[in-house]
């Protein structure tokens, strides 16, 4: 066939048909094919399920509501027992100085003094009846705050050890936290003396605060002979 009938079938009215009819027919062939290789283009990330959503904004919205409820504005003093309330201020109840020292002696006393307050025989003196507890303010609250060494004669028995300094230089604690205890336990196991006030205790730490050694008994008594 020479290149002039190639080109006159082609124009041709019937050789256009052909040829569009085989395109047709390759594309009906082909289509399947191409649709397997060629996988439909889709997000990379899958949008968040509606529940997971609702969920999600559910736990937000309870999260908002129980800040609003709970939060207290987030004042830094909303968990302080020694919060006072004020006008539009967070009310928090002040509790008894026995209540708060109860909590201090837990925390603080027990390893050595135990919860009965008896103390441990040969190492730890007892708190219960102990003429320290019951008697001179100052005296008792010069051991809190500056610690104790040295030999003591508590209830009839010596000991000899250490007690820590709660004071400054100590363990810390303010001077309404020493009050506390010592009200606590002059008040407890069937001991009855004053409470201690954080006014006094307050007097002590700007007394004795500073000074870095423990007491020991016989100083003590130099100052406070016992009653
Ligand atoms: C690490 C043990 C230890 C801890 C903790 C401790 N004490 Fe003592 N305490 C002692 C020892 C030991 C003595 C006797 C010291 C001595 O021999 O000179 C003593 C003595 C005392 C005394 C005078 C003696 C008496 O029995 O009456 C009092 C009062 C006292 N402690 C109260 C407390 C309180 C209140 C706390 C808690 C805030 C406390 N102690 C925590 C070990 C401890």
């Not at 009200?183 to 003396?193: D, F, K, L, M, V």
């Amino acid at each position: 066939m020479s290149d002039d009938t190639t080109s006159q079938d082609f124009t041709s009215s019937s050789g256009f048909e052909k040829a569009a009819m085989q395109d047709t027919d390759m594309q009906a062939i082909h289509a399947p094919q191409l649709k397997r290789e060629r996988v439909e283009p889709h997000e990379r990330q899958s949008p968040i399920p509606i529940s997971l959503l609702t969920m999600i904004s559910l736990f937000a919205f309870w999260g908002g509501y129980y800040f609003s409820n709970y939060s207290q504005d987030f004042r830094w003093d909303a968990y302080d027992p020694d919060a006072k309330g004020g006008a539009g201020e967070v009310v928090v109840e002040e509790k008894p100085l026995a209540e708060v020292g109860a909590r201090i002696f837990r925390g603080q006393c027990v390893a050595c003094h135990q919860t009965t307050g008896l103390g441990v025989a040969g190492a730890f003196p007892p708190l219960v009846e102990s003429e320290w507890v019951l008697g001179n303010e100052e005296r008792l609250a010069r051991i809190l705050i500056n610690g104790l060494n040295g030999p003591i004669e508590v209830l009839g028995a010596t000991y000899n050890g250490n007690m820590p300094a709660f004071g400054p230089n100590g363990l810390n604690l303010k001077p309404k936290q020493i009050a506390a205890v010592l009200t606590y336990i002059r008040q407890e196991w069937g001991n009855s003396a004053p409470e201690v006030s954080v006014e006094a205790l307050e007097g002590y730490h700007a007394k004795y605060g500073s000074r870095p050694e423990p007491w020991t008994a016989e100083e003590l008594l130099a100052d406070f002979p016992m009653e």
